[in-house]
Protein backbone atom coordinates (compact mmCIF):
# COMPACT_ATOMS: atom_id res chain seq x y z
CA UNK A 1 0.00 0.00 0.00
CA UNK A 2 1.32 3.67 -0.67
CA UNK A 3 1.34 5.65 2.21
CA UNK A 4 1.24 9.23 3.05
CA UNK A 5 2.25 11.43 5.65
CA UNK A 6 -0.19 14.39 6.13
CA UNK A 7 1.15 18.15 7.93
CA UNK A 8 -0.02 21.85 8.52
CA UNK A 9 -2.95 21.66 10.65
CA UNK A 10 -3.70 23.95 14.10
CA UNK A 11 -5.52 26.25 15.34
CA UNK A 12 -7.48 28.38 13.66
CA UNK A 13 -9.77 31.15 14.31
CA UNK A 14 -12.84 30.88 12.17
CA UNK A 15 -12.58 32.85 8.12
CA UNK A 16 -9.34 32.28 8.98
CA UNK A 17 -6.74 30.14 6.20
CA UNK A 18 -4.77 27.02 6.06
CA UNK A 19 -2.55 25.14 4.14
CA UNK A 20 -2.56 21.43 4.52
CA UNK A 21 0.27 19.25 2.87
CA UNK A 22 0.40 15.75 2.11
CA UNK A 23 3.91 13.97 1.05
CA UNK A 24 4.89 10.93 -0.54
CA UNK A 25 7.56 8.57 0.95
CA UNK A 26 10.48 9.39 -1.23
CA UNK A 27 10.53 6.18 -2.42
CA UNK A 28 7.11 6.60 -3.81
CA UNK A 29 7.38 5.07 -7.57
CA UNK A 30 4.99 6.71 -10.15
CA UNK A 31 3.23 9.45 -8.29
CA UNK A 32 2.21 11.64 -10.74
CA UNK A 33 -0.25 8.63 -11.67
CA UNK A 34 -2.17 8.99 -8.78
CA UNK A 35 -5.37 10.42 -8.55
CA UNK A 36 -5.41 11.60 -5.09
CA UNK A 37 -7.92 13.00 -2.64
CA UNK A 38 -8.02 15.02 0.94
CA UNK A 39 -10.49 13.56 3.49
CA UNK A 40 -11.72 14.59 6.74
CA UNK A 41 -13.18 12.90 9.52
CA UNK A 42 -15.15 14.38 12.52
CA UNK A 43 -15.50 13.19 16.02
CA UNK A 44 -18.56 10.56 15.84
CA UNK A 45 -18.75 10.91 11.72
CA UNK A 46 -17.83 9.17 8.78
CA UNK A 47 -14.57 10.28 6.91
CA UNK A 48 -15.74 12.17 4.22
CA UNK A 49 -13.93 13.26 0.58
CA UNK A 50 -13.45 17.48 0.79
CA UNK A 51 -10.94 17.01 -2.97
CA UNK A 52 -9.90 15.17 -5.33
CA UNK A 53 -7.14 16.17 -8.00
CA UNK A 54 -6.48 14.67 -11.36
CA UNK A 55 -2.92 13.35 -11.89
CA UNK A 56 -2.28 16.63 -14.27
CA UNK A 57 -4.00 18.77 -11.11
CA UNK A 58 -7.30 19.56 -12.13
CA UNK A 59 -9.69 19.66 -8.81
CA UNK A 60 -12.42 17.33 -8.75
CA UNK A 61 -14.81 15.83 -6.13
CA UNK A 62 -15.14 19.06 -3.67
CA UNK A 63 -18.64 18.56 -1.82
CA UNK A 64 -21.16 21.70 -1.73
CA UNK A 65 -19.43 22.35 2.06
CA UNK A 66 -16.37 23.22 0.79
CA UNK A 67 -16.97 24.85 -2.70
CA UNK A 68 -15.39 28.14 -3.04
CA UNK A 69 -13.48 27.81 0.35
CA UNK A 70 -11.01 24.75 -0.37
CA UNK A 71 -8.52 24.76 -3.23
CA UNK A 72 -6.53 21.44 -4.21
CA UNK A 73 -3.20 21.66 -5.92
CA UNK A 74 -0.38 18.98 -6.21
CA UNK A 75 3.71 19.30 -6.84
CA UNK A 76 4.43 16.30 -8.81
CA UNK A 77 8.31 17.08 -8.36
CA UNK A 78 7.92 16.91 -4.61
CA UNK A 79 5.43 14.09 -4.38
CA UNK A 80 3.42 16.17 -2.13
CA UNK A 81 -0.67 17.56 -2.52
CA UNK A 82 -2.14 20.26 -1.19
CA UNK A 83 -4.73 21.42 0.20
CA UNK A 84 -5.66 25.18 0.87
CA UNK A 85 -8.66 26.22 3.21
CA UNK A 86 -9.42 29.79 3.44
CA UNK A 87 -12.43 31.25 5.67
CA UNK A 88 -12.89 28.60 7.87
CA UNK A 89 -15.42 27.69 9.39
CA UNK A 90 -16.18 25.76 13.23
CA UNK A 91 -17.91 22.62 11.09
CA UNK A 92 -14.64 22.16 9.28
CA UNK A 93 -13.10 21.12 12.67
CA UNK A 94 -11.64 17.36 11.88
CA UNK A 95 -9.08 15.26 11.32
CA UNK A 96 -7.73 15.78 7.63
CA UNK A 97 -5.80 12.54 5.77
CA UNK A 98 -4.81 12.28 2.43
CA UNK A 99 -5.16 9.06 0.29
CA UNK A 100 -5.37 7.78 -3.10
CA UNK A 101 -8.74 8.89 -4.21
CA UNK A 102 -10.80 5.95 -4.18
CA UNK A 103 -9.42 4.24 -0.51
CA UNK A 104 -11.11 2.45 1.63
CA UNK A 105 -11.09 0.95 5.24
CA UNK A 106 -8.85 -1.90 4.03
CA UNK A 107 -6.50 0.74 2.66
CA UNK A 108 -3.65 2.22 4.72
CA UNK A 109 -3.97 5.60 6.00
CA UNK A 110 -1.38 7.90 8.04
CA UNK A 111 -1.92 9.97 11.54
CA UNK A 112 -3.53 12.53 9.70
CA UNK A 113 -3.83 16.50 10.63
CA UNK A 114 -5.93 17.67 13.64
CA UNK A 115 -7.53 21.25 12.01
CA UNK A 116 -9.39 22.86 14.76
CA UNK A 117 -11.49 26.08 13.67
CA UNK A 118 -12.12 27.67 17.15
CA UNK A 119 -12.42 31.10 18.69
Known amino acids: QVRFVESGGGLVQPGGSLRLSCAASRFTFSFSTYTMGWYRQAPGKERELVAG????????NYPDSVKGRFTISRDNAKNTVYLQMNSLKPEDTAVYYC??????????WGQGTLVTVSS
Open 99 to 108: NLLGAGPRDA
Open 53 to 60: ITRDGGGI
